[in-house]
Structure formats: structure tokens, C-alpha cells
């Protein structure tokens, strides 16, 4: 089954990547690695899933703000590789921010759906290592950010 199969089984639809909006590249290939940079989580309507989780927002809220990141992780792992999600070898890793109180606690439980995702998408090369970090804040006050590493 090819990945673009599995997402429409899965009823994930992938947005357009989006440029950058700063001095940074949104993704770097150097030989078979695919760095991806921090991505928010922004729906496809537009809409990013902005506050402190333990403050202004649930775990649960969270944990849609991190499938919402990997959604756009994919997007740019998509526009990385001309479209073809099938010359992904291996999901490396993946960093999650979360934007927390200080006394929050569940900062993996927040990132955990961001590797269940990439786990059902890819199988067994989607199994990665992870770290889940707590901040006090996240550039345009978004919930989460994650970054990735993928071998392609």
C-alpha cells in the first residue's frame, strides 16, 4: 500500500506546505536525511490551536494541536521529496514543544499523537525516538511546535 493510500484511509488530507515566514529553510535534505523544520499546528482552514496547555487549553486540546503538527511535518516531507511520501526509509526523529504551565506534567502524553500518526503511516519505519519539552512560550502563541528527522 503506498503512503498517500494509507493517509486517505487513515482520512488524513495533507495542506499545502507553507514557506517559511522567516530567515530559515522549512526543510534540508543532506544526503539521505530530510530535516524538517518546526511546524505549528495550523488546520487546513487556516486556523493554529494558539495557548497554554494547563492554562487555556486541555491535554486534549493539545494532543490536537500535535496531529495537527505532524499533518504539517507531512505536508513538508511531501513538498520535500517531489510529492512522493513512498521515498521516506525511516522516521528518525521527532522534537515536541509544548507550550505549558509550569506545574503541566504531560508533555509526552501531548506529543504522543503526533507519534501514533507517523507510526500508522509508516509502519514500523515510522517508529522513532522522541523528546517532549515543556516551554513557557511558542513563537505566534501556538500550543505545540515539532520538528523532524527522516531518512529518506
Known sequence: MTIENKLKELNIELPNAPDPVGAYAAFKKINNLLFISGQLPISSDGKMVKGKIGKDLTLEDGQKASKLCVINILAQVKKA???DLNKVKNCIKITGFVNSTDDFKDQPKVI???S???STVFG???KHT???ISTNSLPLGAAVEIDAIFEI
Open 81 to 83: 521529496l517531489s510529492g
Open 124 to 126: 514500523v519505519n515510522g
Open 116 to 118: 501514533e500518526t507517523l
Open 130 to 132: 522522541r523528546a517532549a
Open 112 to 114: 504522543n499523537p503526533a
